[in-house]
């Protein structure tokens, strides 16, 4: 099974690392080169409404997001393209390790062979186990979140085709908005243990700081939409995490 790896181009020693422990563990990478946002100008961002994007988010799109966003949609497209039945999608900010594919195999094996399993999490809070795997490992969705991170992702060809479609136009980040099964209708579901860790690449993000979101807030009554959709997305967020698979 291939492992698509979206790296920009200015990030070759991120590219370097990731193909040296892939001749270690023998794994199949393909480089997805990441769209650098802060190379595309407002008005060329395709799929994209800033004030969509406010009323949601409460404030406005960085750079880096739209860049995040964009490069996974490319590596889903490349996915697909091949016809292969499913595929990790990572960043390459994390590290492989030998037991990445059987164990993330074994997940999508557990959901039913059908739908998206998130590797790699920042944070599980109110986690409800579904099922474990032949690994071993805890499949569940969280009663609340976000959880934080695409960074690593297994996915079939039928949900990749779904995501690809149902993530435009660009409303959340993509992180925010991979795990929404309840809008995007595909099978999600998260590990409760990370199945790979994160590499010394982690603290040197490319998409921004607390500084620059603090800079793109509004005010806390301009954000009320905001407070309002993030209220109702918790209530479905409870009712799928509780309903059936």
């Known amino acids: 099974m291939r492992v698509y790896v979206i790296n920009l181009d200015r990030s070759p020693d991120r590219w370097e690392r990731l193909c040296s422990q892939a001749a270690e563990f023998d794994l199949d990478i393909t480089r997805i080169p990441g769209i650098d946002g802060k190379a595309v100008a407002d008005q060329d961002r395709v799929d994209f409404q800033q004030k969509s ?7 406005k799109l960085l750079p880096g997001e739209y860049g995040c966003y ?11 393209a091949t016809g292969d039945r499913m595929a ?3 960043e390459d900010d994390i590290e492989l390790n030998e037991r990445l594919i059987p164990r993330a195999i074994a997940a999508m094996d557990s959901i039913g062979g059908t739908g998206l399993v998130k590797l790699v999490n920042h944070r599980l809070v109110g986690f409800k186990q579904v099922c474990e795997t032949a690994e071993h490992d805890v499949i569940g969705r969280c009663m609340h979140g976000p959880q934080g991170s695409a960074a690593c992702y297994i996915v079939d060809r039928k949900a990749a085709m779904k995501l690809l479609v149902t993530l435009k136009p660009l409303l959340l980040p993509y992180d925010v908005a991979l795990e929404r099964g309840w809008s995007t209708g595909i099978g999600t579901f998260a590990t409760l243990e990370n199945l790979a860790e994160f590499s010394p690449y982690r603290s040197d993000t490319t998409i921004g700081n607390r500084a620059h979101y603090r800079a793109v807030k509004r005010h806390f009554l301009l954000r009320m939409s905001t407070h309002w959709f993030r209220t109702c997305d918790q209530l479905r967020r409870w009712r799928y995490a509780v309903g059936s698979r």
């Open 70 to 80: 964009r490069s996974h949609l490319l590596a889903l497209e490349q996915f697909v």
């Open 88 to 90: 990790i999608i990572m």
């Open 53 to 59: 994007f406010i009323y949601h988010n409460g404030r």
